[in-house]
């Protein structure tokens, strides 16, 4: 087909019981590897033990009543049990779906709302947001807590009740087909309502399979990233497969990142192999400026999207060369993918070096929303909408210089204007709002406010209003870039705003 680029089709020999009976033999097969390590405490983790550990999570969660398609849900930051309700979710073919405890009342609560679980992990100092989310979707979902509680019931306790029998006794779930869902991830939408993302068991092991053959270096990986982003399961299901570790940390602390390196006598950085950059726009002198940092380190660019449950393309240790002479390219396609570049309007495939909208047809894409429309997401032909224009050269490397969607990205974290616009609305004076993302070199973008004042409020400065809502937006969405007044917004001929307008006239 012409100006398409097709990759070589998978060939991986696939188990179709799914993933439950994927995971769990790999892990038995790397039984005395080194699973991960908790890096504050120095506590290690063998994939034998935490097998047992996902097994008696398995049989307590069959215990209560959990069957195939029911929903585990888990919010806590990363620690050596964190990844075992995604584990036993895989084993006994239930469907996993993943909260990060920063989140707000609201959003967690449509959130869980779509997918109503019969049970969420958490720990204690998020238990009390969890159980009011819990009464506001008025389902009766357990808690189960990593740590002490005295109103539900503890991580450890519900292992405890497994018998030897029941341990020696247990084996996998087996799937229908490798279509079952096997997890789902949120993904905000343009219109500020999150929507969920289904993957299924054939998605989860191709691309955790993927990231196994890519040739890049898995043999330790270290991230700050808690079960609520896709990085999170790719690196774990990869470490998975090829026996190796991974470095736990619960946060990322900005203000001092290296703390948990303090107590060695010595930071040596000529360990660090690979280092992966993805998940928001970074400038090229960033990218120099880290290079300077880890001179013996290889710098990867990947892009990805939650839609295809990781990368859509990055260049592998074998384009090193190709990579050098393309600092600006997030790489080359990937195995099971092809891909197309079409113009916005026409809906025509573009050659190289045009500018258009990237699309992907892939059998590990999301099969679609989780009880909600998805048909706009695909094209009349079957090709997933990126919503992400860029364009290809002529050895087939990939470029992403802008976004069709409204939203964009701080630190890594999709900002989604209507959450700062409604809140700049709740001012007396503003009478019109719009949230747009400054680029920023560190951070992405940083969000910014361009209100229209009401008449009878002409006097109030941009400063009143930036400090009313700030005051009430959570960090990630605090208008870093700024407020201004303007006195009238551009407007689209069927009277929405016009946004691409509005920031030339801003000069951004």
């Given at each position: 087909?012409?100006?398409?680029?097709?990759v070589?089709?998978?060939?991986?020999?696939?188990?179709?019981?799914?993933?439950?009976?994927?995971f769990?033999?790999?892990?038995?097969?790397?039984?005395?590897?080194?699973?991960?390590?908790?890096?504050?405490?120095?506590?290690?983790?063998?994939?034998?033990?935490?097998?047992?550990?996902?097994?008696?999570?398995?049989?307590?969660?069959?215990?209560?009543?959990?069957?195939?398609g029911?929903?585990?849900?888990?919010?806590?930051?990363?620690?050596?049990?964190a990844?075992?309700?995604?584990?036993?979710?895989?084993?006994?073919?239930?469907?996993?779906?993943?909260?990060?405890?920063?989140?707000?009342?609201?959003?967690?609560?449509?959130l869980?709302?779509?997918?109503?679980p019969?049970?969420?992990?958490?720990?204690?100092?998020?238990?009390?947001?969890?159980?009011?989310?819990?009464?506001?979707?008025?389902?009766?979902?357990?808690?189960?807590?990593?740590?002490?509680?005295?109103?539900?019931?503890?991580?450890?306790?519900a292992?405890?009740?497994?018998?030897?029998?029941?341990?020696?006794n247990?084996?996998?779930?087996?799937?229908?087909?490798?279509?079952?869902?096997?997890?789902?991830?949120?993904?905000?939408?343009?219109?500020?309502?999150?929507?969920?993302?289904?993957?299924?068991?054939y998605?989860?092991?191709?691309q955790?399979?993927?990231n196994?053959?890519?040739?890049?270096?898995?043999?330790l990986?270290?991230?700050?990233?808690?079960?609520?982003?896709?990085?999170?399961?790719?690196?774990?299901?990869?470490?998975?497969?090829?026996?190796?570790?991974r470095?736990l940390?619960?946060?990322?602390?900005?203000?001092?990142?290296w703390?948990?390196f303090?107590?060695?006598?010595?930071?040596?950085?000529s360990?660090v192999?690979?280092?992966?950059?993805?998940?928001?726009?970074?400038?090229?002198?960033?990218?120099?400026?880290l290079?300077?940092?880890?001179?013996?380190?290889?710098i990867?660019?990947?892009?990805?999207?939650?839609?295809?449950?990781?990368?859509?393309?990055?260049?592998?240790p074998?384009d090193?060369?190709?990579?050098?002479?393309k600092?600006?390219?997030v790489?080359l396609?990937?195995?099971?993918?092809?891909?197309?570049?079409?113009?916005?309007?026409?809906?025509?495939?573009?050659?190289?070096?045009?500018?258009?909208?990237?699309?992907?047809?892939?059998?590990?894409?999301?099969?679609?929303?989780?009880?909600?429309?998805s048909?706009d997401?695909?094209?009349?032909?079957?090709?997933?909408?990126?919503?992400?224009?860029?364009?290809?050269?002529?050895?087939?490397?990939?470029?992403?210089?802008?976004?069709?969607?409204?939203?964009?990205?701080?630190?890594?974290?999709?900002?989604?204007?209507?959450?700062?616009?409604?809140?700049?609305?709740?001012?007396?004076?503003?009478?019109?709002?719009?949230?747009?993302?400054?680029?920023?070199?560190?951070?992405?973008?940083?969000p910014?406010?361009?209100?229209?004042l009401?008449h009878?409020?002409?006097?109030?400065?941009?400063?009143?209003i930036?400090?009313?809502?700030?005051?009430?937006?959570?960090?990630?969405l605090?208008l870093?870039?700024?407020?201004?007044?303007?006195?009238?917004l551009?407007?689209?001929g069927?009277?929405?705003?016009?946004?691409?307008?509005?920031?030339?006239s801003?000069?951004?």
């Amino acid at each position: 087909m012409k100006n398409v680029i097709e990759v070589p089709v998978l060939d991986y020999n696939l188990d179709p019981r799914g993933a439950g009976h994927f995971f769990y033999n790999h892990m038995d097969k790397h039984k005395n590897n080194i699973a991960q390590v908790e890096v504050k405490t120095g506590n290690i983790d063998t994939y034998g033990d935490l097998l047992k550990r996902c097994v008696r999570a398995s049989v307590y969660l069959k215990k209560i009543g959990l069957q195939p398609g029911d929903f585990i849900s888990v919010c806590t930051y990363n620690h050596l049990n964190a990844c075992v309700p995604m584990i036993a979710a895989f084993f006994i073919n239930a469907i996993m779906s993943a909260l990060d405890p920063t989140l707000s009342l609201e959003d967690m609560v449509h959130l869980l709302q779509q997918i109503k679980p019969k049970v969420v992990f958490t720990t204690p100092e998020s238990v009390t947001m969890i159980e009011s989310v819990i009464k506001r979707i008025g389902t009766d979902t357990a808690v189960i807590v990593f740590g002490s509680t005295s109103s539900h019931v503890s991580f450890s306790d519900a292992l405890a009740t497994c018998t030897k029998n029941e341990i020696l006794n247990f084996s996998p779930t087996s799937v229908r087909t490798l279509d079952d869902i096997g997890i789902v991830y949120f993904s905000s939408g343009t219109t500020g309502l999150a929507k969920t993302l289904c993957h299924t068991h054939y998605s989860i092991i191709c691309q955790s399979t993927n990231n196994a053959e890519s040739g890049f270096n898995f043999g330790l990986t270290f991230g700050y990233y808690s079960p609520y982003w896709t990085v999170y399961s790719q690196c774990l299901c990869t470490s998975i497969i090829m026996g190796t570790a991974r470095l736990l940390l619960p946060k990322f602390d900005k203000s001092n990142p290296w703390e948990p390196f303090y107590h060695k006598p010595k930071v040596d950085v000529s360990f660090v192999k690979d280092i992966f950059i993805a998940g928001g726009v970074i400038d090229s002198d960033q990218v120099k400026n880290l290079q300077n940092l880890f001179v013996d380190s290889e710098i990867y660019r990947l892009y990805g999207q939650s839609e295809v449950l990781g990368y859509l393309a990055h260049f592998t240790p074998k384009d090193k060369e190709l990579k050098a002479l393309k600092p600006d390219s997030v790489g080359l396609g990937i195995p099971g993918v092809s891909y197309k570049i079409v113009d916005v309007d026409s809906r025509l495939a573009l050659g190289p070096h045009k500018r258009g909208e990237l699309c992907v047809k892939t059998k590990f894409a999301m099969t679609g929303y989780y009880n909600m429309d998805s048909s706009d997401t695909w094209d009349t032909d079957g090709w997933l909408r990126t919503g992400d224009i860029g364009y290809y050269d002529e050895d087939n490397c990939f470029y992403i210089v802008d976004r069709i969607k409204e939203m964009f990205k701080y630190q890594g974290w999709h900002v989604t204007p209507s959450s700062i616009e409604n809140v700049l609305l709740q001012h007396p004076a503003v009478g019109l709002a719009v949230a747009l993302g400054v680029p920023h070199k560190i951070d992405g973008h940083h969000p910014m406010g361009v209100v229209v004042l009401k008449h009878e409020h002409s006097n109030t400065t941009a400063n009143e209003i930036l400090k009313f809502a700030d005051a009430k937006l959570e960090d990630r969405l605090k208008l870093r870039a700024g407020l201004k007044i303007v006195q009238t917004l551009p407007l689209t001929g069927s009277g929405k705003i016009h946004r691409r307008k509005l920031k030339e006239s801003l000069g951004l």
